[in-house]
């Protein structure tokens, strides 16, 4: 069926998968399908994720907190969303919306679930400290970005990612628009670290971390398959040059690695438990190459 001989019905009825890769996960109910506890392990931070940009967060800005000498250890466990992990009776606890990435912190007396990751990027960086300024215009600036991204990306991911590489169907009303709309959100970009070393001024903050997610590896060529040459993504030399400078850091790299199950075995660590992981447990050393 394509889109011109469509007529909605006068009420939505959920009749049947709607198609595409995430067909077997989506439902219009919110809550669990199945009795699942989620594990704890030893360290007082506990993420529930999978290495997709939302996930990529929280992971690399923990690897850039131990970076910068903090105490931030931190187990990983993997969340498959494709398996419906997240519908887990466990995982609805700490995430009511059922989406990666979550975390629970439990450095105090009770456990305390922080989900949304704009919300546990700012949680770890006012506890520590660190990549977010404690008061005064650059915090502001640090948190108009990080909400920018919270509120742009998913025209990225669920308008342009989803039209144009996942959905069944290529429709061009659909692919159009949200070209149009990613490409307008990487010239704001463009405009902005044309005048600046990182989005929220001098210093690298959460905003680059949870931007860079998104559009720096849209445009290092790593979203949606070809998307990169599709939206002419050397139109935008400041984006580019800050997406490489962000990328080559040693926490990128490694956060990067933590709850991947797709790409080369040695840049997939499925769980994340001790800094060593990353030289002994990646998918070649442990010898299961299965995703
Ligand atoms: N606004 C949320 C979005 C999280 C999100 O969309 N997560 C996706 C993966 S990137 C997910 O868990 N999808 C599973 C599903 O929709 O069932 C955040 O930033 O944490």
């Known amino acids: 069926m394509t889109d011109q001989d469509y007529t909605p019905p006068k009420v939505w009825t959920w009749e049947k998968e709607n198609g595409g890769q995430f067909a077997s996960t989506n439902r219009p ?141 290529k429709l061009e009303y659909p692919i159009d628009r949200f070209a149009m709309e990613t490409k307008r959100q990487l010239d704001v970009l463009e405009r902005e670290l044309t005048q600046k070393p990182f989005i929220a001024g001098d210093d690298y903050t959460i905003a680059d971390i949870a931007i860079w997610a998104w559009y720096g590896n849209l445009v290092l060529g790593r979203q949606y398959g070809d998307a990169a040459t599709f939206l002419s993504v050397d139109e935008y030399p400041h984006v580019m040059a800050w997406a490489k400078k962000i990328d080559a850091r040693p926490a990128v790299r490694r956060g990067r690695m933590v709850n991947r199950v797709s790409g080369p075995p040695e840049e997939q660590l499925h769980e994340r438990h001790a800094a060593s992981d990353f030289e002994t447990r990646t998918q070649d050393k442990i010898g299961d190459t299965a995703a």
């Open 29 to 169: 109910i919110a809550g669990p399908t199945h009795d699942a506890d989620l594990p704890v392990g030893a360290h007082p931070y506990q993420l529930y994720s999978l290495a997709t940009p939302n996930g990529q967060k929280v992971s690399i800005l923990f690897e850039e907190l131990l970076e910068a000498g903090y105490d931030a250890e931190y187990d990983a466990w993997l969340i498959r969303i494709g398996d419906g992990d997240q519908f887990g009776s466990g995982f609805t606890e700490i995430n009511p919306n059922s989406k990666i990435p979550a975390m629970v912190d439990r450095t105090g007396d009770t456990p305390l679930r922080v989900f949304e990751s704009g919300s546990i990027l700012m949680h770890l960086g006012d506890r520590f400290g660190a990549f977010l300024p404690a008061d005064g215009p650059a915090r502001t600036e640090t948190i108009n970005w990080l909400m920018w991204q919270m509120g742009s990306a998913p025209y990225l991911g669920g308008g342009f990612g989803h039209f144009y590489h996942y959905a069944p169907e």
